[in-house]
């Protein structure tokens, strides 16, 4: 259907004095548009009703509930699903406002959506795959947390006037909702309970600010202890199944509640992919009393480039370790 030869048969129409005929046209385009899932045409040709005749009640409400009918129907369910805390907080005419006021992202590990110190201006819907926030103090990446399935990043920069504390990259393949505060905005004069429902929604989660700060009591709260033993590790999937080969690393230090190490390698960009990953580890306390092998699971917390192509690696345990293997 052509607007323009719509917009013609409503203006013959019209000049005829014939206005219930061009009601019906514009009607008929709105069920046209509506299941064709070209919404924004037809709630424009919906309020073009109202402009003909303020009266035509039936016209009115009946396409406005086609409009809404379609627009369920085509929204994404697994997405919905998702996020059925949200939506189930929302009204069935938020919640489509929402969704249709988005765009869908592919992305891959490594990469980055907004970096510390910028401005943001997107609200990330995380429906598959993984987003790590990462904050850079002195030269030092350190990992605040994983964005996984069902969460939102992007909260504190995006509804708080300030720039990034913060960098957010992708950790694996995966696919997003999108909501950038224009449209936002824009819903907020239609739909001014939305704003502070995806607020209260998006701010369920601590803080990057509390985390960070947490992360940096929690690597001091444990005494650490130099060691130069070896150590060997593997990375873990999301399921916790081992991918790729074995690798082996230099200990730094350790202490009951997690440990770093020295590892070599000229691949920057494979060794940063290390940063909030879960590793399986195995290794030996040559100063402890109980040299025995120890197998620890622990998820690295931060990546410090060293001198020749060298990096320090910072992990925490998933479980304190038993202080008898530090004495």
Do not use: W
Not at 279 to 285: A, D, E
């Amino acid at each position: 259907m052509e607007l323009k030869k719509l917009e013609h048969q409503i203006r013959t129409h019209l000049e005829n004095g014939n206005k219930d005929r061009a009601v019906r046209a514009v009607y008929e385009a709105v069920i046209y548009f509506a299941k064709n899932k070209e919404f924004t045409k037809a709630e424009a040709l919906r309020d073009k009703i109202y402009e003909i005749d303020p009266l035509a009640l039936t016209e009115i409400v009946e396409s406005a509930e086609i409009i809404e009918r379609e627009k369920n129907d085509a929204i994404d369910k697994n997405h919905q699903s998702i996020f059925k805390k949200l939506y189930t907080d929302l009204t069935s005419e938020e919640g489509n406002a929402l969704f249709f006021s988005m765009k869908e992202e592919q992305f891959s590990s490594d990469d980055v959506f907004f970096r510390q110190g910028e401005k943001n201006k997107n609200l990330y819907f995380v429906n598959k795959g993984s987003l790590k926030i990462i904050h850079k103090k002195d030269q030092e990446d350190i990992f605040i947390r994983e964005v996984t399935p069902g969460n939102i990043a992007g909260t504190e920069s995006f509804f708080k006037t300030t720039v990034c504390t913060n960098t957010l990259v992708g950790s694996s393949q995966g696919s997003c909702h999108v909501l950038n505060k224009e449209r936002l905005d824009k819903l907020k004069e239609e739909f001014p309970g939305l704003e502070p429902k995806l607020r209260d929604f998006a701010f369920t989660l601590k803080t990057s600010s509390a985390l960070l700060q947490e992360k940096g009591v929690n690597r001091r709260v444990h005494k650490r202890f130099s060691t130069n033993g070896a150590i060997v590790f593997q990375i873990l999937s999301a399921s916790g199944k081992s991918i790729g080969k074995v690798l082996k690393g230099r200990l730094s230090d350790v202490s009951s509640g997690g440990l770093s190490f020295y590892f070599t390698t000229s691949n920057e960009r494979n060794v940063k992919l290390l940063l909030g990953r879960e590793l399986m580890m195995k290794f030996i306390i040559p100063e402890s009393k109980n040299r025995v092998d120890i197998k620890k699971k622990g998820q690295v917390l931060s990546v410090l480039p060293q001198m020749n192509h060298e990096y320090s690696i910072h992990l925490q345990f998933d479980n304190l370790l038993d202080p008898k293997f530090l004495m």
